[in-house]
C-alpha cells in the first residue's frame, strides 16, 4: 500500500517537473513563432511595395535543408523540423499573398 | 539608372538583413524542439515503464489552449500556434505509442 502510493506519487512528481520543462519550452516557442511572423510580415509589406514575388521557392528549399540538418546535428528527426517548417512557410506565402492583394487593392 | 540600382540593392540589403534575423529564429525553434522531444521521450519512456496510458486528451487540450492564449497576447494569430503545437502533440502521441509497444515486447 505505502509502496503503491509511495510509486504513484513518485510518478505525479516525475510526470508534473517534465510537464513544468515542457510548458516553459512552449513559452519560448510561441514566443519565437509571434516574433518570426513579425518580420515575416515587414517582409511581405516589403515585398508588396517593391512588387517582388510573394513566394521564393529557393529560399524555401535552403530553409527546409538548414532545419534538417540542424535537427540532425541535434538529435531531433529531420522530418519533424521539415514538417513544423512547412507549416510556418505555408502560413508565410499565404499571408505574402494577402499583403500583395491588399497593397494593389489600395487606391 | 542610378536610381533603379540604389533601389534594388537597397531592396537586396533590406532582404538578407530580414533573412539573417529569420536565420537565428529558426536555428532557436529547431534547438527548442529538439529539447522538447528529448524531455517527451523521457516521458514516454517513463509512462510505458509504469504503464501510464500514452495520450492524455486533457493535457493536450490545455496546451493548446495555453498556447492560443499566449500567441494572442503576442500578437500572433492563435491558429498558427494551434497548428504548430496540434502537429508537435500528433508526433508526440506516435511516439509514445511506439515506446510503449516497445517495451511491451521486451522480454
Redesign the interface.
Known amino acids: 500500500m505505502i509502496d503503491q502510493d509511495n510509486?504513484s506519487v513518485d510518478?505525479a512528481e516525475?510526470?508534473a517537473d517534465?510537464?513544468r520543462?515542457?510548458?516553459g519550452?512552449?513559452?519560448?516557442?510561441?514566443?519565437?513563432?509571434?516574433?518570426?511572423?513579425?518580420?515575416?510580415r515587414?517582409?511581405g509589406r516589403?515585398?508588396a511595395l517593391?512588387q517582388?514575388p510573394p513566394r521564393d521557392p529557393g529560399?524555401e528549399g535552403a530553409?527546409l535543408d538548414?532545419?534538417s540538418a540542424?535537427?540532425r546535428e541535434?538529435?531531433?528527426?529531420p522530418e519533424?523540423?521539415r514538417?513544423?517548417?512547412r507549416?510556418?512557410l505555408d502560413?508565410v506565402v499565404r499571408q505574402h499573398h494577402a499583403l500583395r492583394t491588399e497593397t494593389e487593392q489600395r487606391p
Open positions: 510509486r510518478g516525475a510526470i517534465f510537464r520543462q515542457i510548458d519550452i512552449d513559452a519560448r516557442l510561441v514566443h519565437l513563432l509571434a516574433e518570426r511572423f513579425r518580420i515575416t515587414e517582409v516589403f515585398k517593391k517582388l529560399r530553409l538548414a532545419v540542424m535537427a541535434q538529435g531531433l528527426q519533424i523540423a514538417a513544423v517548417m507549416l510556418i502560413e
